[in-house]
């Protein structure tokens, strides 16, 4: 179909509409290569400005990616802003002040029985105390390595211990007698052979008994070593969300050496808690042992004073106040009645009154300590 122009010469509608389309598209290509300079990527803006215009809802990764909530975990990989918020509400470590104290105890302990296990120079050194999901921390063990699983009995729950190839080659080259100024061979695609995995179990024996060293001045708990495990996943102890404390010590042996992590979750050191909140050894409730021994000798060591009661009258107050020297009062006392004998108006002893050479003394036949609030309210 044909149109005449304001000249009078006919126009192709059909070639007209094809030479409108194709600068359409020549201007939207132009606009995206100018996007595309300007480093400016709009698809997000637009979906928005779209799904604003359509009431459509905005899904997570789209509002996550505008308001820039995209973060890199532990891990290495990108979590989202609502994962950020969650982890960002672990428990520090730092609200348990006393699990420092605990530690560095266990660092010279370890340090000592270190050096008696392998007859070497080593020192052990404490890295860093920190909180994190328990999921998390297995996702991020170096692999290959060694994983043991250890019980504390009193708490009734697990741990971890988590030995890296390093210290465990390092380990098994001085304990089998290899040359100083070496590096320990590591080899790797094969299992741990069964000498290696005896030798590490030794070794965290050790570290075990030095942790249950290291928490008895706090409370008494025992270690026990329970199974050796070489894939993560075999050694789930906790739920991936918990939180758990991980304390990474490393253990240098001259030239040689490497690190191990210890890993608590927060609901094995729960019985504790109240404990792990204090600022020094003893500051709930005076629980000291010097100044308790120290207040319990000089207690034992106090005199007090006994006063034998014969009998008690019962009298008013205008005779009273009416005594005269030389009056005599009348108990109801015979030589075998029973005498009572008080301290600070307490009933403590019960006996018979009678004589030695020229003092007049009283024989203790029975004890009032239970019975005493009962007979104290006798007039």
């Not at 007209?16 to 290509?29: R, S, T, V």
Request: hydrophobic share 40%; aromatic share 6%.
């Amino acid at each position: 179909m044909a149109n005449e122009t304001e000249t009078g010469a006919p126009v192709d509608e059909d070639a007209l509409a094809a030479e409108w389309a194709a600068m359409a598209g020549g201007d939207e290509a132009e606009t995206g290569a100018a996007d595309g300079a300007d480093g400016v990527p709009d698809d997000e803006l637009d979906d928005a400005a779209l799904a604003s215009q359509s009431g459509r809802a905005l899904s997570q990764d789209e509002i996550d990616s505008l308001l820039g909530f995209d973060s890199v975990d532990s891990g290495g990989g990108t979590q989202t802003g609502i994962r950020s918020i969650i982890n960002s509400s672990l428990v520090s470590y730092g609200r348990l002040p006393m699990l420092e104290i605990v530690f560095d105890r266990l660092v010279r302990l370890l340090s000592t029985s270190m050096r008696n296990f392998t007859s070497d120079n080593v020192e052990v050194t404490l890295d860093n105390i920190t909180s994190i999901r328990f999921g998390e921390y297995l996702n991020s063990i170096p692999l290959p390595a060694i994983l043991t699983v250890f019980r504390a009995v009193e708490w009734d729950n697990f741990g971890l211990l988590t030995v890296e190839s390093n210290l465990i080659y390092s380990i098994v080259d001085v304990l089998l007698g290899g040359r100083k100024g070496t590096t320990a061979m590591r080899i790797e695609g094969r299992p741990y052979t069964t000498i290696e995995r005896n030798l590490v179990e030794r070794m965290v024996q050790v570290v075990l008994k030095d942790m249950k060293t290291a928490f008895e001045p706090l409370t008494p708990v025992d270690f026990t070593f329970d199974r050796l495990e070489v894939n993560p996943r075999f050694a789930t102890i906790a739920r991936d969300a918990n939180a758990a404390i991980l304390v990474r010590l490393r253990v240098d042996m001259e030239d040689r050496g490497g690190r191990m992590e210890l890993v608590l979750p927060y609901a094995t050191i729960e019985p504790v808690r109240e404990l792990l909140l204090q600022m020094f050894m003893g500051e709930k409730f005076g629980r000291d042992t010097i100044w308790e021994s120290h207040l319990a000798s000089e207690l034992w060591a106090t005199e007090v004073q006994i006063d034998a009661v014969l009998d008690e009258q019962i009298m008013n107050l205008g005779d009273v106040m009416h005594l005269q020297v030389g009056q005599t009062i009348m108990l109801n006392c015979a030589p075998d009645s029973p005498i009572e004998l008080k301290c600070g108006g307490m009933p403590m002893l019960r006996g018979r009154m009678g004589r030695v050479g020229n003092m007049v003394a009283v024989k203790v036949e029975q004890s009032l300590m239970k019975t005493g609030k009962q007979s104290g309210g006798k007039a």
